[in-house]
T-cell receptor, first 113, second 115 residues
């Protein structure tokens, strides 16, 4: 089955720790996105990538980093510089010509210990 | 005005009711409009795109008024399974960072359909 997978489903971070959230897709989509959702809030764009080896900052990139070495993979690292990382993180992908039709993964819930 | 603003909700309606959600957006240059559905603690899923001429998909009807920068979603004959949060989504203007596909999500309106 084609789709987007995110792992882990739940992730716990200790103070000062960097953690990496995985996002993999087998839809052959060029573009991939990372969003953050806080309770009662809309999704906010962290980073996006339209092609391998290229990515751009979104609205709230501070404290996060990404890489796009393979078309299928777009991991997000939440660094210790992100002071309020507790949120629901969603990865999405889309195809050229239909950029705004985005398919989402099931998400990762990050909690700070 | 916020970039995308939705009715605060929650909407609590009986089965079979007709319910309407409204959304306004601030950037008159926005060109693409969508409704996404998000179930509790799940990912958003595209419900339907919104076209200037209005469009219908079964019990769901979406309307766009560019002059008023207003989008609506009408659900007829509500089902228990319609209970979810409905997100109004608008694309960013094409010149934002030279990007495409960047979406602005509203906070969502929660719908609860009761037996």
């Amino acid at each position: 089955d084609g789709g987007i997978t995110q792992s882990p489903k739940y992730l716990f971070r200790k103070e000062g720790q960097n953690v990496t959230l995985s996002c993999e897709q087998n839809l052959n989509h060029d573009a991939m996105y990372w969003y953050r959702q806080d309770p009662g809030q809309g999704l906010r764009l962290i980073y996006y990538s339209q092609i391998v080896n290229d990515f751009q900052k979104g609205d709230i990139a501070e404290g996060y980093s990404v890489s796009r070495e393979k078309k299928e993979s777009f991991p997000l690292t939440v660094t210790s510089a992100q002071k309020n990382p507790t949120a629901f993180y969603l990865c999405a992908s889309s195809i050229p010509g239909s950029w705004e039709t985005q398919y989402f993964g099931p998400g990762t819930r990050l909690l700070v210990l | 005005r916020k970039e995308v603003e939705q009715d605060p909700g929650p909407f609590n309606v009986p089965e079979g009711a007709t319910v309407a959600f409204n959304c306004t957006y601030s950037n008159s240059a926005s060109q693409s409009f969508f409704w996404y559905r998000q179930d509790c603690r799940k990912e958003p899923k595209l419900l339907m795109s919104v076209y200037s001429s209005g469009n219908e998909d079964g019990r769901f009807t979406a309307q766009l008024n560019r002059a008023s920068q207003y989008i609506s979603l009408l659900i007829r004959d509500s089902k228990l399974s319609d209970s979810a949060t409905y997100l109004c989504v608008v694309n960013r203007t094409p010149n934002y960072g030279g990007s495409q596909g960047n979406l602005i999500f509203g906070k969502g309106t929660k719908l609860s359909v009761k037996p």
